[in-house]
Structures are given as C-alpha cells and as structure tokens.
C-alpha cells in the first residue's frame, strides 16, 4: 500500500524558492515512478514533473523547466521538488503522485496514488 504525504508548501514571494517533499510510508516506495502535479482554482490539474524509480531519469514541462528540479531518495521513500525562481502564475495546490508504469508519464490517470497536496502561494 502506497500512503503519500507532501509538506513544504507555504507562502512565498516572487523569486523566491521551495522545496516540497513527499513521503511514503509504504515499502514498495523504490519500485514507482514519482510525479508531481498542481492545480490552480478553476484549473484543470497540470503536470510539474515525473522521476523514474532510479532517479536517473526526469521530465519538466517548458513552464518549469530550467527552475523546478525532481529528485528521489529511495532510502527514505521520499522525493523532492525543489523550486527556485517562483513566480505568481507558480500558485496552486501541488500534489505527489505514485504510477505502477515502467515510463515517466504526464497523464494524472496513469497515477493511481496521490497524495493530499500542499499549498503553494507565490506574491507579487
């Protein structure tokens, strides 16, 4: 059983940076890709980025590219999304997510454990 748990979200100022965690308490946490999404009020949920088990293989959307980074410590079941140069538009509840595939995916119905998510606020 996959039991997902995010923290870190908070209330920041443009430019700024955070860093998201996502524990699992589970014992197969190594063997699942590891995606993060947001949504934003009146907003369909939007992928951020995926990890493959290993941590050797990511992806990012062109809007977060170059500032958000994903990465995975199987050790302590936990993946990270760091996220630097934040912008307003950056707004939203994000959310961790666990897939059974063998690839990186960015359809949120390939994700079959999510966790509660976190906000993350970004000011002008």
């Known amino acids: 059983q996959v039991q997902l748990l995010e923290s870190g979200g908070g209330l920041v100022q443009a430019g700024d940076s955070l860093r998201l965690a996502c524990a699992d308490s589970?014992?197969?946490?190594?063997?699942?890709?590891m995606g993060w999404f947001r949504q934003a009020p009146g907003k369909e949920r939007e992928f951020v980025s995926a990890i493959n088990w290993s941590g050797t293989n990511t992806y990012y959307p062109d809007s977060v590219k170059g500032r958000f980074t994903i990465s995975r410590d199987n050790a302590k079941s936990t993946v990270y999304l760091q996220m630097n140069s934040l912008k307003p538009e950056d707004t939203a509840v994000y959310y961790c997510?666990?897939?059974?595939?063998?690839?990186?995916?960015?359809?949120?119905?390939?994700?079959?454990?999510w966790g509660q998510g976190t906000q993350v606020t970004v000011s002008s």
């Open positions: 589970g014992r197969t946490f190594s063997s699942y890709i």
């Open positions: 997510a666990a897939s059974s595939l063998s690839g990186i995916t960015v359809v949120p119905g390939h994700y079959r454990y």
